[in-house]
């Protein structure tokens, strides 16, 4: 018998804000510096990857191979570029119906955890007011591999005392929906479900979506 559903583990980027088109603009940056093109498709692929992940696959597309150091010194730049896109981030950039799900959450007793790839998890959070109702937050400071490795979540789950498959996972990548399903969670893919079809339940977004009735009774 399946066990109920005590927990919710969200990732950030695409789900409960949107910040992919500053990850886009500072990726691009990075890429076209080293004469190599990208494209909002070679974005997509960097859902969910770590940022020394995502500056592998880069060089990789490119043909180019670089020092350890020259590689630190890109992810540097990289997070420095993406902070002053952000600057100016505010409650504005949170996606529709997401602080009401998380209202829902909270009012039906459910633990909530972050679980992303983004090292500036926190700051964003705080940024537009939301960390309040996160009991832990799983980050690219405190995990070691990227999604499709299910660590983040499990940590996520770990976090908020539950097993894995009392928790329902939040995500817009392939990447973390294959993460999620190894670590024996239940999958909510946001966004199309041509690309998230391993996904237990696909949603458009948050917006007139009820956490009870339109997702809770039916996984």
Not at 47 to 58: L, N, Q, T
Not at 82 to 101: F, K, N, T, W
């Amino acid at each position: 018998m399946a066990r109920a559903i005590k927990g919710l583990i969200f990732d950030l980027d695409g789900v409960i804000v949107d910040t992919a088109k500053y990850h886009f603009h500072a990726w691009k940056r990075l890429a076209n510096s080293l004469g190599i093109d990208f494209s909002e498709q070679d974005n997509e692929q960097l859902k969910g990857v770590s940022r020394r992940g995502s500056i592998d696959k880069i060089l990789n597309w490119g043909g180019l191979s670089i020092s350890e150091t020259e590689i630190e010194d890109l992810m540097h730049k990289k997070n420095i570029w993406y902070l002053e896109l952000m600057g100016e981030m505010d409650e504005s950039e949170i996606l529709p119906g997401v602080v009401r799900i998380l209202k829902e959450a909270q009012d039906l007793g459910l633990k909530i955890a972050l679980g992303s790839a983004s090292k500036n998890a926190p700051l964003i959070l705080d940024q537009v007011s939301l960390a309040s109702f996160f009991q832990i937050i799983v980050d690219g400071n405190v995990v070691t591999t990227s999604k499709q490795d299910a660590e983040v979540f499990i940590k996520g789950a770990e976090g908020i005392g539950l097993a894995s498959e009392e928790c329902i996972v939040f995500e817009d990548s392939i990447s973390g929906i294959e993460a999620a399903l190894a670590g024996g969670m239940k999958a909510v893919g946001i966004g199309h479900p041509d690309t998230l079809y391993k996904a237990h339940l696909n949603l458009d977004g948050f917006a007139n979506v009820e956490l009870q009735k339109d997702i809770l009774d039916r996984l």
